[in-house]
Nanobody
């Protein structure tokens, strides 16, 4: 059973940086891709970035390319999202997610979800 725990959200000024982490407590997730989605009130949850343990990816949504970087650490069963040059439009609840393949994440869905972590960017 995949159990995802996300942490690292917070509040920053525009132009600032934050780093999110997500840990999978399952014994082995070698077959999984992991990534991040975000959601704002009244809107759908959208794919942000993802990567796979076996090397597939990373994949990014167009609106974060060049600003965000996703990385996976197989030893720690962790996926991280380094967010730089944050803007007020990046304000959202960020969700960690896992799927069998990264294409599932890119299509906008996931097999497993973690709890959300709030990211707030002030102008």
């Amino acid at each position: 059973q995949v159990q995802l725990m996300a942490y690292g959200g917070g509040s920053v000024q525009a132009g600032g940086s934050l780093r999110l982490f997500c840990t999978n407590s399952a014994p082995s997730i070698a077959r999984h891709a992991m990534g991040w989605f975000r959601q704002t009130p009244g809107k759908e949850r959208v794919f942000v970035a993802g990567a796979a343990w076996h090397g597939a990816g990373p994949e990014y949504a167009d609106f974060v390319k060049g600003r965000f970087a996703v990385s996976v650490d197989n030893d720690k069963n962790t996926v991280a999202l380094q967010m730089t040059d944050l803007q007020p439009d990046d304000t959202a609840v960020y969700f960690c997610a896992a799927a069998d393949v990264i294409a599932t994440l890119v299509r906008g869905t996931a097999d497993f979800w973690g709890q959300g972590t709030q990211v707030t960017v002030a102008s």
